[in-house]
Each structure stands twice: as structure tokens, then as C-alpha cells.
């Protein structure tokens, strides 16, 4: 990962002294294990900053919405299709940017590996294949392969879709990954038991909305939640209200959703909610055949009309 | 037992006026179901109240009446959101509920013996008019007043059967205008606030007080009329609007800095809202 | 000081009995997760381990609750007319609730317990709760109660402070109220001569392990506006997602909004926690918005807590240093980095945020 | 969602063809009749607990 770490400053440095850029997005230390912070790199001085490994799971497309400004990116594969996915929405204008292409070997899933230890973990360490996890009475190496993001994990584009500049060669792409066996497991369940699954995964939602909010198609300058005329959603703890948000969310997303995972990762509550953008993107796979932010000349299945459009379900 | 602040007092709509040509301006008069709510909603020019509408919630609206006014509370209303939309599909004898008085007011005390210059603009006018009714029927107590107010057409202002009374009367100077109108029978101003503030509005000293209500759009070109002509920010008091929720201090949505527009507020000097984030 | 010693062996049946008398609230384990929540008849609170995701918060001031219901029946002659939820029957408990989140409840009381207008919902919940505090042998890496105010040991708004000792837990009991809660569970044993020995040695230690800090000393002398125009605020802001963790995580942050509903001919008033971070906190009926950029929310946030409530009570900050908005930040902004780059400004040009 | 089927149904009627209307109207009816009333996204809490 130092490699990465340096190539990108290498990069930051040059576009910002060629003045190509004059903007930098990319992640710094952060304060606690397991955590970077997304940043804003506008001076030289600054490019020291930047750093990567396995703990830049926030989707930097989402800090491109409206900019207007010249910005060099660095962009995994995910992060690539929903910059791609802002530039057919135009959110971002393609002249904008620089990309900066970040062949990914996926995301470190801090939830998880908090659940596995034993106490407060004080230092997390990636050494090559391995995660060397220290706390204050204990050591525990995992396999990276394990310790991965759920989304990471069943990812086909770890590498970028669109880029000006790479960090480092391309890695190979996983292959023989079965993508939905979680969606497929609650399509086998009957109405019953689908509620009652709905009703225990979104149970401890507290609405502070970070799914929606770290979500980079969420852009909407008046969510659907925040409206008063009509209220479309009550406001308070109820279930119904909350089950409604979390549904209507991931609608708002069916066919643009690129499973970069940010809104899981981003929850405090620990929600998978994954696993409804995932229904909607296996339909959208199975449906249209397609993959959201791979090609920048096609708009999303559900904005264009085609009259071999599936409708069997119109009786 | 402690009151709870959030419980409205129980009224019924007694009247309604359409005041404006484009039909967004109502002015609502409420008579207290439990006639002992009267005296316990005592007010001051300049405070406002919570309007609740059972199923729909509460907006916080000036008090539009004065407390010289017996007999009634009254209040008007633009049509812009959720509450005041559902306000005005209510009809004469529909109960609903007032919570209040709220805020501050106009400093009356420190207005005692003073000049008084009022500045309002558009639907912002209604505490102005509680003003204005509150010092006419104290007329003793103050020196000159001056009245400068201003809406988009003759057909936007607010209350003209009683600015036509006013205006016939020679204990308050009335400097009523608009911003332009085709009417050829129109014997007032013509001219933005700003403008008309800066031809009629008297010279500054320290016993005139100028009270200054209206959209930020008004308010921020008459400030530098106001410095321009000497008047110091201690002598500008200004009414403020923010969201408001709890309209007690509680809820916090309507902060300035450590003030609550709602409590500590809504009336501030410009001298107290320079040391304060413009966030308003 | 009355000590008490309480065998673990009749703690469930402590419990059980106060039961009878108490809501009983607690940590309580919610999957992956401990929460502060009400515990099921019979359950134990999970004592071991950090503190809890959510904060004791919701035991005086859930996250939504009805203040009012009426009716909407045209037929009905009390129509439209508000009526006050009456208040829970019986007391509430919060065992297990930890210094920093008790704290918290005096901090936030300054709001709801001002001089003139008080909020009878937080008022009667907080006065029918009794806290019984865990002092905290663990504090975690992001803890830094010690320089907010309070400590692993403090006893500032508990009723009685409980002392884990392996085998018991050592309570001290600070107030009639504990006492009395003392006596619903039938815990009276005498506790050891060197209760108040263990007590004061446990602080030491656990205070020795409290690693993190927060600067604040120059914070009130700052002039507000200042602080305010400062220059980091775009480089503070800028990965910010605004979502509401911070504040909802937060046990001193108290912002909420009222709203009302109706089913069929039956409607309520109720209030739910709301949070500075969403642009529609502040959005006027015209579109204007005080607070519509990100940055400014952001600071809003920041200088309420540090400067604004400072300012205000000459009381400290309105945080407690339980590092809950620093684990659970989406994106790591992390609020001594923040109250660092405050309390130095002007003093140290150079500091930088990372 | 875990709402049954034959709650929702999708038909494409031409403002033309009213018997279809009538028709597809009936067999909704029926069949969500058939289900029965829809309780689940009642809210259940609206009153004071």
C-alpha cells in the first residue's frame, strides 16, 4: 500500500505543479484505526497528507456533486462507475477531471473485524495478504481475503472503468463470484418471512441518514423524506415510516446502484441494507443485462425506453 | 404543577379578511373559547404566537393586534407552507389553538417619550401595525411617529382601510408607497423603501428609534440608508424570522449564535446582531 | 455516604424485585450491537465491555414521543382540542448507565430546566428516573471524560455509583433516590471498611488509563465571532456527509421537531430528535436557508457545543468526552481535532486539522 | 418487500378499451379481496404506549 501511497503523491504533486488541477481529492490518516478521512488537497504543501490502504472505503464521487472546479480524483473501480454514473447525470462534467485510477484488492470490513476482537483494537496493520489486528492484550492476523467488505468481496470492477492516470497496474478481477446468494436467499422466502426479515434488519435505523447521505446517487437537492408538501414519510421512530425511507431509498437507486458499499459502511448502526440496492441491481442484471457506470455513452435502463423492454408483469 | 408551554390555548376563528388582490394574505381574528385564556395571553407589541392547527402543526406567526385591542387576537397569515395553506381553507367558527405569547418585543419602555420611526415592507407589516395601533392609543407617551411602508402594488398592502385612517391624521406621518403601479387614482409614493426612507424619514438623534421589519432584501438596502442618514445601530431595532419549532428556547432550531431568535428574540438592536453569525 | 455491597449472586433477584416498582433500562445487547434500552422483564443489562452505542439519552428524552393527542371528529364536541400524554406510571431506572452519560443529563438540563420555561416531558422523565452509575473500569481510546467535565468515576448526576469488584458490586449511594432504589431491590448488605478506599483507588487508576484529551482552556476567552470567521472551518467541513451519527449518537445534543398525525378521525403531536446537520433544520417557508451549506452546518455544530453553550452557562462544553460521534463518524471528523484547532486559533496559525 | 402477492398488479389499459377497465377493475378487487386487509403498513403506534 506504500507504493499506492507514494505513487499518488507523486501524481497529486505533478498535477497540482503543472496546474492541470486545482483540486486534489483523495484520503488522509485518519484519527482512529481502521479509518481515513476523505480530503481536499489544493496546495503542494499539502500533498504529504494523502495516503491509501484498505480503509478507503468512502466513495469519493460523492464529493464531486456540482463542483466546479478542475479536480483530479482517485477513483477505485467503484468510485470510476459512479463518477461515470455522475457524468451521464451531469453532476460532474467529464473536462473536469483528472482520474486517477486505483486498482483495488478491496475494502477492510472494520465492522467485522471489531466484532471478531477481543477488546478495543488500538492498531490495525495490512502486511501484504494478512491484517495484523492489536489491541491491548492481544494480536490476531487474518487473511485479508476474509476480513474484506461484503461488497469487496463479490466484486467483479476492482479496477477502474475510466481513468487518466493509474497508481499502479491493474489487478487481476475475481472471478467465478456468486454476486446474490444473499438476494437469493430472501427471494426464496414467503411474504411472511420477508417482513419479519425487513422488520429485524431495519430495526435499529436511529434516521440519521448516513446511508443515504454517503451514497453518491443521493444527490437530490430535496430528499424525498424531507419534503412537507406532500409528506410522503412521517418523521418519527415508527416502523412503517422507517421501512418506507429504507424501500423508497433504494428504488431511487435501482439501476444506478454500483455496490461500492458506502452506505453499509458508513451506517453506525450496523445495517446491512445492502441487500435491498442488491435485489434491485441483480433485476437491473437480469432484466437489461445491465451494470451501472461501466460505459459513458448509455443512459440507465429505467430513464430510457426500449420496445424490448421486459413486461411480463403488465397482465 | 408546572404549565406546559406546549399547549395551546383552544380558540375559534371569529373572522377572516382576505387582505391582498392575489388572495395569499389573510388576517385571522381569534376569540379564546375559555374567555380566562384572554388575560393570561397578555402580550406586547412585537411578540408573536404559535397558530395550531390539530393534524397539521403549529407555524409561528407576529401578533398582529394590539394588546390595547380587547376582546380578540388577531393574526396575517401568508399562504406558504403546510400549516398556513391548511389556515387558510378554514372557515368562521373552526376551533383551533394559540400558543403564546412569544419572544420579546418592541423596547416600549425605552421607546418612552422617543421618536418613532417605522420601516416595513410586503406581509412583514403585522407586529408594525400592533405598533402602531399600541402608540396611537398611548399617543401621550411618544414623540413623532413616522411611518414608512411599502408593498410591490396598492393591491399588497396590508390593512388599507386603516392606513387611509391613518393617513388622515395629523399625530403620525404616513409615508405609504409602492414599488410601481398603473393606478392613476394612486396619491402616495412610488419608490422602494430604501428610496422612500431616505427622502421622508426624519434626521437622526439619539431620542429617534427606528423600527425596521420587512424581507432581507428591503432590510439590506435601508440599513445603509439608515447609516448614511446617522442613525446609530443602538437606535435600529430589528425583528427577526428563523425556522422555529418549540418557539420557548428549547428545540434549538432557530439559533443565532448562543440567542434564540424565538426567546431571546425576535427583536434586536442592529448593535446586538452585529456581534452575532448572520445566520437569519 | 452509605455503602452497599450487592453479591452478584442477588443481583438478577435485586432486579427482579425493583422491577416492580421501576422501568428498568439498561445496556442491553441489540445484535452486533449494545445499546442503551429498556430492558425485558427478567433480562440483566450487559455490564461488561465499552459503553454502549446509544446513549442513556432516550431513557428521559426518546428519540420520538407524543406530546399531545386529540380528535379530528367533526362529531366529537372536544375536537381539535390538545390533551397532554399523562406521564409513565411508574419511575424510571437506568442501570448501568455510565458517569459520562449521566453527566450528560446536567448538561442538557440548562436547556430544558431554563429559569422561566421549563419542558415538562424531559422535566418529568428526568425527575422519575434514578441513575444508577457503572463506574468505569475500561475507558476506551476515544474516552477523554477526565478534561470534559466529568471522569470514569464521576458521580455528577447519578444516584449511585456501582463499583465492579469481581464477585460484587460495591455500590455507593449518593442520594435519597438511590436509596431508595436500594431498597426496592433488597440490597442492604454492609459494605467493607474499605469501600471508600476501593472507590478512590479504582478512580486513580481508571482516570491513569484516560489517554485522550480535549484543550478548552482558551475557548471562552475567544471572541464568538472570531471563532466563528475562523479559517479552518472548508478544511473541517470537508468530508462531511451530514448525516445525523454525531448528533443522535451524542447524549448532550437535545435539538428535536414537533410534528403532528393523524390516522382515521385519531391524531398526535409528538417530538422527534433533529439534528443541525440536515439543511431542512433551518430552511424557511420562503426557500431562504441561514444554514443551507454544508460548512456552515458543520460549524453550527461545533461551535454550539464548544463556544455558543460555553458562552452561554460559563459552564464548560456541552460534551462529555464519551468519543461516540468520533467511533461512529462515517468519514473521521473527529471533535478534539476540531476543539484543538478552536481553543489554538489565533495562538498557533499553523495548526492543521490532521 | 414481504407484501403478498395479489396485492399489486400492473395492466395496460387504452383509454379505449372501457370493458378491459371494468374488467381488470373486478378481478383486482377480487383478488385483493382475497388477501384481505392489508394491516402490516398500518401504523401501530400511534397511541400513547
Known amino acids: 500500500m506504500q507504493a499506492y501511497t507514494e505513487k499518488m503523491r507523486e501524481i497529486a504533486r505533478r498535477l497540482l505543479k503543472e496546474c492541470r488541477v486545482e483540486t486534489v481529492i483523495g484520503f488522509r490518516k485518519g484519527s482512529m484505526p481502521m479509518m481515513n478521512e476523505p480530503c481536499l488537497v489544493k496546495s503542494i504543501d499539502d500533498v504529504d497528507q494523502l495516503v491509501w490502504d484498505g480503509n478507503c472505503g468512502i466513495n469519493l464521487a460523492n464529493y464531486l456533486t456540482n463542483r466546479t472546479d478542475q479536480i483530479a480524483v482517485f477513483a477505485k473501480g467503484c468510485d470510476s462507475r459512479n463518477i461515470v454514473t455522475h457524468i451521464i447525470e451531469n453532476k460532474i462534467k467529464r473536462e473536469q477531471l483528472v482520474i486517477i485510477g486505483v486498482p483495488c484488492k478491496g475494502m477492510i470490513d472494520k465492522r467485522r473485524i471489531r466484532s471478531m476482537a477481543p477488546g478495543e483494537i488500538t492498531e490495525v496493520v495490512e502486511d501484504g495478504e494478512n491484517v495484523r489486528v492489536k489491541g491491548e492484550n492481544f494480536e ?50 414467503g411474504p411472511e418471512a420477508k417482513w419479519e426479515f425487513f422488520e429485524a434488519l431495519l430495526a435499529p435505523c436511529i434516521r440519521c441518514y448516513a446511508c443515504r447521505n454517503a451514497c453518491p446517487l443521493c444527490y437530490c437537492p430535496t430528499c424525498f423524506v424531507d419534503e412537507s408538501m406532500p409528506q410522503w414519510v412521517g418523521k418519527s421512530q415508527n416502523p412503517v415510516d422507517v421501512r418506507t425511507f429504507h424501500f423508497l431509498r433504494a428504488y431511487h437507486c435501482a439501476g444506478r446502484c454500483t455496490d461500492c458499499g458506502a452506505c453499509e459502511r458508513a451506517c453506525p448502526m450496523g445495517i446491512n441494507m445492502r441487500v435491498f440496492t442488491k435485489k434491485l441491481e441483480k433485476e437491473a442484471f437480469e432484466q437489461w443485462g445491465w451494470e451501472a457506470g461501466l460505459v459513458l455513452d448509455q443512459r440507465p435502463p429505467l430513464d430510457t425506453y426500449r420496445p424490448d423492454d421486459p413486461q411480463d408483469f403488465i397482465k | 404543577m408546572q404549565p406546559n408551554p406546549y399547549l395551546p390555548y383552544p380558540v375559534r376563528i371569529d373572522d377572516i379578511i382576505v387582505e391582498t388582490e392575489d388572495k395569499n394574505l389573510k388576517t385571522f381574528k381569534f376569540t379564546f373559547i375559555d374567555p380566562a385564556d384572554e388575560e393570561k395571553f397578555a402580550y406586547h407589541p412585537g411578540q408573536f404566537a404559535e397558530l395550531s392547527i390539530a393534524g397539521k402543526g403549529e407555524i409561528p406567526i407576529g401578533i398582529a393586534s394590539s394588546p390595547t385591542e380587547k376582546g380578540f387576537v388577531m393574526f396575517t397569515v401568508n399562504k406558504v407552507g403546510l400549516v398556513s395553506t391548511a389556515l387558510h381553507n378554514m372557515k368562521v367558527g373552526d376551533v383551533m389553538g394559540i400558543r403564546g405569547p412569544l419572544g420579546n418585543w418592541y423596547p416600549w419602555e425605552r421607546l418612552e417619550g422617543k421618536n418613532v420611526v417605522i420601516i416595513g415592507g410586503g406581509f412583514a407589516f403585522t407586529t408594525l401595525r400592533s405598533s402602531i395601533v399600541y402608540m396611537l392609543a398611548n399617543r401621550e407617551r411618544f414623540g413623532e411617529i413616522h411611518v414608512i411602508y411599502g408593498a410591490r402594488t396598492p393591491g399588497m398592502l396590508l390593512y388599507r382601510e386603516e392606513l387611509a385612517a391613518w393617513e388622515a391624521r395629523d399625530d403620525i406621518h404616513m409615508h405609504i408607497t409602492v ?37 432581507p432584501i428591503m432590510i439590506k438596502f435601508t440599513q445603509p440608508v439608515l447609516d448614511a442618514r446617522g442613525y446609530g445601530h443602538d437606535n435600529i431595532i430589528m425583528s427577526l424570522e428563523n425556522r422555529m419549532k418549540c418557539g420557548i428556547g428549547m428545540c434549538s432550531h432557530c439559533n443565532v449564535g448562543q440567542h434564540f431568535v424565538c426567546k431571546d428574540g425576535p427583536v434586536f438592536t442592529l448593535a446586538q446582531l452585529n456581534r452575532m453569525p448572520r445566520e437569519y | 455516604m452509605t455503602y452497599i455491597l450487592i453479591d452478584k449472586t442477588q443481583w438478577a433477584q435485586g432486579l427482579a424485585a425493583a422491577e416492580k416498582a421501576y422501568r428498568l433500562f439498561g445496556p442491553v445487547r441489540q445484535g452486533a450491537m449494545v445499546n442503551f434500552a429498556a430492558l425485558a422483564p427478567g433480562q440483566a443489562p450487559e455490564l461488561d465491555g465499552l459503553n454502549t452505542r446509544l446513549s442513556a439519552r432516550s431513557v428521559v428524552y426518546p428519540q420520538s414521543e407524543i406530546l399531545f393527542e386529540y380528535s379530528v371528529d367533526p362529531k366529537d364536541p372536544a375536537a381539535n382540542i390538545l390533551k397532554e400524554t399523562p406521564p409513565p406510571a411508574k419511575p424510571a431506572a437506568a442501570v448501568g448507565i455510565r458517569p459520562c452519560d449521566a453527566y450528560s443529563f446536567l448538561l442538557v438540563r440548562r436547556n430544558f430546566d431554563a429559569p422561566d420555561v421549563k419542558d415538562v416531558y424531559w422535566l418529568r422523565n428526568y425527575e422519575a428516573t434514578v441513575f444508577v452509575g457503572l463506574a468505569c473500569d475500561q475507558p476506551g481510546s476515544t474516552c477523554f471524560c477526565t478534561s470534559a467535565g466529568c471522569g470514569p468515576y464521576s458521580e455528577q448526576g447519578l444516584d449511585v455509583l456501582l463499583k465492579d469488584t469481581g464477585d460484587a458490586y460495591l455500590a455507593k449511594v449518593l442520594t435519597d433516590k438511590g436509596a431508595a432504589f436500594m431498597a426496592a431491590a433488597g440490597w442492604s448488605k454492609d459494605a467493607p471498611a474499605d469501600s471508600e478506599a476501593q472507590f478512590t483507588q479504582g478512580r486513580q487508576a481508571a482516570e491513569a488509563r484516560i489517554a485522550s484529551t480535549v484543550e478548552t482552556d482558551r475557548l471562552a476567552e475567544i471572541p464568538q465571532m472570531v471563532l466563528y470567521e475562523a479559517d479552518f472551518w472548508d478544511e473541517v467541513a470537508f468530508s462531511c456527509i451530514n448525516c445525523g451519527t454525531c448528533t443522535y449518537l451524542c447524549p448532550t445534543c437535545w435539538c428535536f421537531d414537533i410534528q403532528d398525525e393523524v390516522h382515521g378521525q385519531h391524531g398526535i ?43 452561554k452557562y460559563g459552564n464548560g462544553i456541552q460534551c462529555v468526552g464519551c468519543g461516540r460521534c468520533i467511533q461512529y463518524c462515517p468519514v473521521n471528523i473527529d471533535i478534539r481535532q476540531v476543539c484543538r484547532l478552536m481553543n489554538r486559533f489565533g495562538q498557533d496559525a499553523s495548526c492543521k486539522v490532521a | 418487500m414481504g407484501v403478498e402477492p395479489g396485492r399489486v398488479h400492473f395492466s395496460w389499459i387504452s383509454s379505449a378499451e372501457s370493458t378491459k377497465f371494468v374488467d381488470v377493475v373486478k378481478k383486482v378487487t377480487e383478488a385483493v379481496r382475497a388477501v384481505g386487509p392489508n394491516e402490516k403498513y398500518v401504523k401501530k403506534e400511534l397511541k400513547v404506549a
Not at chain 1, 487474518?142 to 489487478?171: G, I, M
Not at chain 2, 396619491?187 to 434626521?203: C, L, M, R, S
Not at chain 2, 428609534?209 to 420587512?214: K, N
Open chain 1, 140 to 189: 490476531n492476523t487474518y487473511p485479508r481475503k476474509e476480513v474484506l467488505q461484503a461488497n469487496c468481496a463479490v466484486c467483479l470492477h476492482r479496477n477502474p472503468v475510466v481513468y487518466d492516470e493509474l497508481v499502479a497496474d491493474l489487478v487481476p478481477e475475481q472471478q467465478d463470484v456468486d454476486r446474490y446468494e444473499d438476494v437469493r436467499a430472501i427471494e426464496a422466502m
Open chain 2, 179 to 215: 414599488d410601481g403601479t398603473d393606478d392613476p387614482n394612486w396619491k402616495y409614493n412610488v419608490g422602494f423603501v430604501p428610496t422612500i426612507t431616505d427622502q421622508k424619514a426624519p434626521e437622526a438623534d439619539e431620542n429617534t428609534y427606528a423600527i425596521v421589519c420587512g424581507p
Open chain 3, 269 to 311: 403531536r409528538e417530538r422527534n430528535w433533529d439534528s443541525c446537520m440536515f439543511p431542512l433544520f433551518t430552511l424557511h417557508g420562503s426557500g431562504h436557508n441561514p444554514r443551507g451549506q454544508k460548512v456552515q452546518r458543520v460549524r453550527q455544530r461545533f461551535m454550539h457545543k464548544l463556544k455558543y453553550y460555553v458562552d
